[in-house]
C-alpha cells in the first residue's frame, strides 16, 4: 500500500539478524495463518471476520480484535515473554493499547504520517475519528518514533506530547537498528523491565 | 470452599441509560446474579450526571467514555465506542484481584470489545443476542445492515453459548447464523413485580388525569418509535376503536418514526386522542403501565417483549402481536389478546374486545400476573444463568486455555 511494508519488513530482517526473536502481524485478505518468512521473521496475517464495511474505519476497527487474537496467541506461547510492541501508523493503535492494558506489554508507536498531513485542514467526524486514535497512540505508548525532526515537532504541535517522549530515528542512518534498539530498551526499563 | 464466580457484562446501556429493552435486562440480572455468589462488573457507556464507578447492590458498575467526538455514522460510532469499552474493559480486568471467569457480552453494539477481551485474556465469551440486524430490518438492504449482520455472526462464532430470551428468539438465531444447537440457550427475560406492586399501592387517581379523561380508556404502548415495534399498526387502528369505545392513546418513546407517526395523527384528526409523551423517567412509567386500561405491544418483529411482560406484572391487560417472543409469553385468552401481526383490523378488534368486556380484562390480568410469578422472576433467571456459566467454565477447564 505505502512503504510501511518494506520499512517494517526491514526493521524485523535486522532485529532478528541482531538476535531478538521477532514476530510481524499483518493483514492479508486471504493467506491467513502463522508463517516464518525466508528472513526468520515469525509472520501471522490475519483477515477481516466482517467482509462488508462502510468506510475505512469500520474496516480497520473490527480487524484489530484479529490482530489482538494473533498477538495474544504470540504471548501465551511465548510463555508470556514478549517484551514490547511495536505498532506502525494509526491502524492498530486499539491493538497495542488493549494489549498494554491486558497484558502489561509496553508499545512503541511508530509515525509514518498523520491524518493531518494526509488530509490537510480535513475535521470531518471521519478524520476526527482517526485523529483521535493516533492521539491515543502518542498518549499511551511509552515512547514514540519519528524518522524525522520535523515529524517529532508535528506530533508536538497536532497532540501535545511531551517533546522527550518522541525520539528522532532516521531510517538512512547507518545506525538506524541499534537506534531503534536503544529506544526499545528505554521503553522495556520504563514500563517495569517485563 | 467454592471461589464466587467473577463475571464482567458488557453492555452500551445500564440505568441511567436507557435506550432498549438491554438496560433493564442487564440491570435486574446483575442485581440478582449478585444475590447468588456471583461477582459481576458491569462496564457500560458514560452517562450525563452517573458515576464512573458506583456498586450497586453488589455489582460493580464502570461507566466509560463512550466515544462523544461526532462520528461519521451510528455504526462507525459503535466500534469506536468499543475501542474505548475494549482498552476501559482490559484495563479494569488486570487490575482485579481475581481474574475475570467469563465475559458476557449483550448483543453486537459490544461485539467487538467482547472478541478482543476472550482473545487477549484467554477466557470464555458468552453472548446474549437481544436482538438481530436480520430481524430488526426485516432482510438485509443495505451495506450497514449488512456490515452488523456479519458483525453478529462473527460474534456468535466467537461464543462459547449464544443465550437467547425466547425459543422463538432461539430458532432465529440458529437460522440467520447457522449455528449448532448445543451452543444456544433459552433463558428468559425477567420483570421486577415488587415496584409494580408498590406503584399499585398508591393513589394513582390525580396521576392518570395528567394523560387521559376520567370517562377516556387509557390505552397503553410503550416503545421505540421504529417501524419493527408497529405503532404505524395501532395508530391505524385507533378510528376503528374509537366507533367503540372512547379512548386515549398514550404513545410513550422516541424514534425515527415520530414525525412520520405524528403526521399520520394529525392527518387523522386525533391529535386530541393520541399523546406522545417521548421519553418517560421510569417511575412515572411504571405508574402509567398501572394505569393503563390495555397496554398493546403492536411488534412486527419482537424477540422477547418485555413490555408485555411489564404490564401484566403491572396489572394491565395486554393485545400483543402473535409473533416471537410475545406468542411464548401470552397465552390468548387466558393471560392476553394475541392479534394478528402488521393487520390493522385484528389489533382493533383485540383492543375494543379487551375494553368492553370488564370480566375478560379482569381475568386476563389475574392470570397474567399469577403467569409472571410463576416463571419469569429474576431470581430464578440469575439461577439458571449461573448454571451456564458454571457448565462453560467445566468445559474451559479441560481446554488448552485453562
Redesign the interface.
Known amino acids: 500500500m505505502g512503504e510501511l511494508a518494506e520499512y517494517t519488513s526491514k526493521l524485523a530482517t535486522e532485529l532478528v539478524k541482531k538476535g531478538i526473536e521477532t514476530f510481524l502481524v499483518t493483514y492479508h485478505p486471504y493467506l491467513t495463518g502463522i508463517t516464518q518468512e525466508p528472513n526468520g521473521v515469525g509472520t501471522v496475517r490475519v483477515s477481516n471476520?466482517?467482509?462488508?464495511?462502510?468506510?475505512v474505519?469500520?474496516w480497520v476497527?473490527?480487524l484489530?480484535?484479529e490482530v489482538?487474537?494473533a498477538a495474544?496467541?504470540i504471548y501465551?506461547k511465548a510463555n508470556k515473554q514478549i517484551d514490547l510492541v511495536d505498532v506502525f501508523d494509526w491502524h492498530f493503535i486499539?491493538?497495542a493499547?488493549?494489549?498494554k492494558?491486558?497484558?502489561?506489554i509496553p508499545f512503541i508507536y511508530s509515525v509514518d504520517s498523520l491524518e493531518d498531513h494526509r488530509s490537510h485542514e480535513a475535521n470531518?467526524?471521519?478524520n476526527?475519528?482517526i485523529k483521535?486514535?493516533e492521539w491515543l497512540g502518542t498518549y499511551e505508548a511509552s515512547k514514540v518514533i519519528a524518522k524525522s525532526e520535523w515529524m517529532r515537532d508535528e506530533i508536538i504541535r497536532i497532540y501535545e506530547t511531551p517533546k522527550e517522549k518522541i525520539q528522532v530515528r532516521l531510517p538512512a542512518a547507518i545506525s538506524w537498528v541499534e537506534d531503534v534498539l536503544k529506544v526499545y530498551s528505554i521503553a522495556k526499563r520504563s514500563a517495569g523491565g517485563r | 470452599m467454592k471461589k464466587p464466580l467473577n463475571v464482567m457484562f458488557l453492555t452500551w446501556e445500564y440505568p441511567p441509560r436507557v435506550i432498549g429493552g438491554i438496560s433493564p435486562h442487564v440491570f435486574y440480572l446483575s442485581k440478582s446474579l449478585a444475590k447468588n455468589d456471583v461477582k459481576v462488573h458491569v462496564v457500560t457507556c458514560d452517562f450525563p450526571g452517573a458515576p464512573a464507578h458506583e456498586t450497586i447492590d453488589g455489582v460493580e458498575v464502570y461507566r466509560v467514555d463512550s466515544y462523544k467526538n461526532p462520528a461519521p455514522d451510528f455504526a462507525t460510532w459503535v466500534y469506536l465506542m468499543n475501542l474505548n469499552m475494549q482498552k476501559e474493559a482490559a484495563a479494569i480486568a488486570g487490575k482485579l484481584d481475581r481474574k475475570v471467569d467469563v465475559f458476557h457480552a449483550h448483543d453486537w453494539l459490544v461485539a467487538t470489545a467482547g472478541i478482543g477481551l476472550k482473545h487477549v485474556f484467554r477466557k470464555p465469551l458468552l453472548v446474549t443476542m437481544h436482538s438481530t440486524e436480520i430481524g430488526r430490518r426485516d432482510g438485509i438492504h443495505t451495506s450497514t445492515e449488512r456490515m452488523i449482520a456479519e458483525t453478529e455472526a462473527w460474534l456468535t462464532y466467537e461464543a462459547w453459548k449464544v443465550i437467547c430470551c425466547s425459543n422463538y428468539m432461539m430458532s432465529h438465531v440458529k437460522w440467520a447464523f447457522g449455528l449448532p444447537d448445543d451452543k444456544l440457550v433459552m433463558v428468559p427475560n425477567g420483570v421486577n413485580v415488587r415496584v409494580y406492586d408498590k406503584a399499585r399501592q398508591q393513589d394513582l387517581k390525580d396521576f392518570r388525569t395528567t394523560f387521559a379523561l376520567p370517562d377516556e380508556k387509557l390505552v397503553l404502548f410503550v416503545g421505540r418509535l421504529v417501524y419493527e415495534k408497529g405503532a404505524h399498526v395501532l395508530i391505524n387502528a385507533i378510528p376503528k376503536i374509537l366507533e367503540k369505545v372512547n379512548a386515549k392513546f398514550v404513545i410513550v418513546g422516541s424514534g425515527y418514526m415520530k414525525e412520520q407517526l405524528s403526521t399520520i395523527v394529525r392527518s387523522m384528526g386525533l391529535e386530541h386522542k393520541v399523546l406522545f409523551t417521548g421519553f418517560v423517567e421510569e417511575e412515572s412509567l411504571i405508574k402509567l403501565q398501572c394505569c393503563a386500561d390495555v397496554a398493546v405491544v403492536p411488534s412486527l418483529f419482537e424477540p422477547f417483549g418485555i413490555v408485555a411482560l411489564e404490564a401484566m406484572a403491572a396489572k394491565s391487560p395486554v393485545v400483543v402481536s402473535d409473533t416471537g417472543g410475545l406468542s411464548e409469553i401470552v397465552e390468548h385468552d387466558v393471560t392476553g389478546a394475541k392479534v394478528y401481526a402488521n393487520n390493522v383490523e385484528s389489533m382493533a378488534w383485540g383492543i375494543t374486545k379487551v375494553l368492553l368486556d370488564e370480566k375478560y380484562r379482569n381475568n386476563l390480568r389475574e392470570n397474567a400476573y399469577k403467569r409472571i410469578q410463576e416463571r419469569y422472576d429474576w431470581e430464578k433467571i440469575a439461577q439458571q444463568t449461573k448454571q451456564i456459566y458454571e457448565g462453560v467454565l467445566g468445559e474451559y477447564s479441560k481446554s488448552f486455555w485453562a
Open positions: 471476520p466482517v467482509r462488508t464495511h462502510i468506510g474505519l469500520t476497527l473490527t484489530n480484535q489482538e487474537r495474544a496467541n501465551y486499539p491493538a493499547v488493549t494489549l492494558n491486558a497484558l502489561g470531518s467526524p471521519y476526527m475519528a483521535s486514535i
